[in-house]
């Protein structure tokens, strides 16, 4: 998969990382991140990302704020890395290219490797004899790699998939670009089924997915216009399928070159989904809990973290679907239903609830 070369996205770009933080940052620090057991921390705090990549100006950066974006990767902006750094603003944090690690400054929070490596003429041996930066370094920055979806859609999955678990060994964390309504699907089921198996093949290191926000080149199923709904799907069956991290690929060659080509009622499904993710952080960042659904075609996650439970669920068809949840952590006698101002009734661990086209709910317990 080539997208970010036709797209004129040059090679040197995306990852990770994140986190949305109540309180603004001290703007005259960088951050201090670290992984551990499959959590990302910034300044010892679990945090979940929400991400663009490549929004140049200062403009683009106020943008992206109102998005609830917290992290912007500058791969390939032309700014000085200074003037990129200074565009950020209250707990927004940036991601630089790792050939030019040197750089330092306030609100870095770590560096990406080259964009779609095994795409680019890189092994995993090659890329990390370049650039010398082992993960779990000890600087306090992170170390992202972004690949293609070789190891889901490719023709030899298997070879694929150990070329995959080999560039996750390389970063500290890993994630991979599918976007699947671009490459003439007609399901997203399959972001939630990649997600599982490239989290597998990663073993323990945080993963992230980057998400398809409209048409990205013509040359694939280009000239569609993604709704809203469909691009929430996406999000949270990334989510569901075990991501500690989602990205919202905004750019597009179709009908013309631009780094930002999203609908407003896009933008808004962006904004309504950073704002969900930041109020049950604790939940996107906690322990995976068992949790079952009925029918299988809706997509449970559940987690559990300071003592409460939390439920993702996606409808993965395009009907409307009742469900029924089987949650043993589940404690009490009712969930609330986020962002929704109702409640679903639990009993021993099970609910259930009726879900539109491609809806989703997130739950938790009081």
Known sequence: MVIRSLMLVVAVSLACTVV?????RDTAESAHATVARGAILVDGKPFFPVMLIDQCDAGAVRRAASLGVNVILNGTCQAPTGEQLRALTGSQLGVLP?????????????????????????????????????????????????????????????AATATAASFARVADIAGFDLYPLNHCSNSVRGVYDAQRRFSRLAAGTPTFQWIETGPID?????????????????????VAGGARGIGFFTHTTTPAVSDFAVSPSVQAAIRRFAGIAAAIRPGLTGTTAAATADPSAVIALGRVANGR??????????????????????????????????????H??????IFPPLGVHVYTSS
Do not use: K
């Open 309 to 346: 439970t939390y439920v993702v669920a996606v409808n993965t068809l395009t009907s409307v679907v009742p469900a029924q949840f089987v949650v043993p952590r589940v404690g009490g006698h009712a969930l609330r239903v986020v962002g929704e101002n109702r409640t679903v009734a639990v």
């Open 98 to 158: 790792i050939a030019g690690r040197s750089a330092a400054g306030a609100r870095l929070l770590g560096w990406t490797y080259p964009d779609e490596p095994e795409n680019n003429g890189w092994s995993a041996s090659s890329l990390a004899a370049r650039f010398r930066y082992p993960r779990g370094n000890t600087d306090g920055l992170l170390s992202f790699v972004t690949m293609t979806s070789r190891f889901f859609t490719g023709p030899d999955p298997r």
């Open 348 to 353: 021993d661990g099970r609910f259930a609830d």
């Open 218 to 238: 013509a040359s694939y199923c280009g000239g569609f216009e993604m709704t809203p709904a469909q691009v929430t799907a996406e999000a949270w069956l990334a």
């Open 20 to 24: 949305s933080f109540a309180a603004a």
